[in-house]
């Protein structure tokens, strides 16, 4: 894996974490590296505090583990079957694999052997800029859009109930937004010995704009809203993060909200990376001085 310079002067990159309206636990977790191009988010569920545990374990174990393997050039020569299908990306997905699994399980163990802790999980979506193009992975319910010359796109699907409901023609979208089934993921990091990561590929463009969100933000907001609001503040990502924040609470706040803005501003060539720019929510009082 060549490294050759920093990703800080291609990307920008946001990101925003609010407890909402509803919730006395901010049980989101959100962490970004612009040198290495790693953006990470996750969604915690569980009983009480556990929600928090799952999501700071998975965000900082995934961006610690895939940081040092861009790090130090580290590729595995067994390369899975699902990362072989990334092309130049196939180390990027091997890396993102590797720490996806690892990941589950630690959070799977410590969901068995801490009582406070059964049955937690998370979401997740995570992705890893590189080569002009963007890895993404995801878990859940948890997205990631693409907005490109003012037009939002989705770019992942959603793993629940809803959507399989969707998928099968049981229910419409719009049907979908009055659902009493709206936060029930049928896949999640952690809850399994196992668990399948969703892998995609994208090219990306100069001036495009990616955004990563848990489902606070689009359980109270419509792509339609979301893309507006996006437009309107797209020349200044913090504005732009922090509207969609407020929009999800002024539309009723109903749990945690976390957004993660990324603007393409040049090209960028094979891996690069630089000095560590890592930024994480919340590590010093939540998972580990929770567990001692």
Not at 133 to 138: E, F
Request: aromatic letters at 6%; glycine letters at 8%; one cysteine or more.
């Amino acid at each position: 894996m060549q490294i050759e310079s920093s990703l800080a002067d291609a990307l920008e990159i946001v990101r925003v974490t609010d407890v909402g309206l509803m919730r006395e636990l901010n049980e989101d977790t959100v962490a970004s590296d612009d040198a290495y191009g790693v953006v990470v988010l996750a969604d915690g569920m569980g009983g009480y505090k556990a929600g928090e545990v799952a999501s700071e374990m998975a965000v900082l174990s995934i961006t610690a583990e895939i940081i040092e393997a861009l790090d130090s050039h580290q590729q595995d020569e067994d390369i899975t079957s699902n990362a072989a299908y990334f092309g130049e990306m196939q180390a990027e997905a091997q890396v993102l694999l590797n720490a996806v699994n690892n990941a589950n399980a630690r959070i799977f163990e410590v969901s068995q052997s801490v009582p406070e802790c059964e049955g937690m999980g998370t979401t997740l979506v995570l992705g890893i800029f590189a080569d002009n193009q963007l890895l993404v992975g995801h878990i859940g319910d948890s997205r990631l859009y693409r907005l490109r010359n003012q037009k939002l796109t989705q770019l992942t699907e959603d793993h629940s109930l809803l959507q399989e409901q969707i998928n099968a023609g049981l229910i419409t979208v719009e049907q979908a937004k009055f659902s009493a089934n709206k936060n029930l993921v049928t896949r999640a990091l952690g809850v399994e010995s196992y668990v399948e990561l969703a892998l995609q590929a994208h090219d990306v463009a100069v001036g495009d704009i990616y955004l990563l969100c848990s489902d606070g933000l689009t359980d109270m907001v419509d792509n339609e809203n979301i893309e507006a609001t996006m437009n309107a503040s797209a020349e200044n990502l913090d504005k732009a993060a922090h509207g969609l924040v407020h929009l999800a609470n002024q539309n009723g706040g109903l749990d945690n909200i976390s957004v993660i803005l990324v603007r393409i501003k040049q090209s960028f060539e094979r891996k690069q990376t630089g000095g560590n720019q890592f930024w994480l929510r919340g590590l010093g009082d939540g998972f580990f001085g929770w567990l001692k």
